[in-house]
């Protein structure tokens, strides 16, 4: 049972980037999926969950509006399209396997990847 991100990078502020989440060794469409971030010296935050077919989404008020979670259940393959980016939005990002409130707790993550927006 394996998350596996990539994507991230050093943007400037107002830059875009697209994260992908390679999941495996589960039935990836049978769970609603999530993103979740940790900022340097902060806690887990929840940034965006879809449910298993992928027709309905949340967001948090931090991000809605300028990032998008989509998934591909051919590909087992979660994303997060990220535009507009802030320089508040630096932090690791994590798939992660269900919803809130596991998502924060114990539920499974993969090991992040690093979003840094800096000019």
């Known amino acids: 049972v394996q998350l596996v991100e990539s994507g991230g990078g050093l943007v400037q502020p107002g830059g875009s980037l697209r994260l992908s989440c390679a999941a495996s060794g589960f039935s990836f469409s049978s769970y609603h999926m999530s993103w979740v971030r940790q900022a340097p010296g902060k806690g887990l935050e929840w940034v965006s969950t879809?449910?298993?077919?992928?027709?309905?989404?949340s967001y948090a008020d931090s991000v809605k509006g300028r990032f998008t979670i989509s998934r591909d259940n051919t590909r087992n393959t979660l994303y997060l399209q990220l535009t507009n980016l802030k320089t508040e939005d630096t932090a690791m990002y994590y798939c992660?396997?269900?919803?809130?409130?596991?998502?924060?707790?114990?539920?499974?993550r993969g090991q992040g990847t690093q979003v840094t927006v800096s000019s």
């Open positions: 879809i449910v298993t077919g992928g027709w309905s989404t």
């Open positions: 992660a396997r269900g919803s809130m409130p596991v998502v924060l707790t114990t539920g499974l």
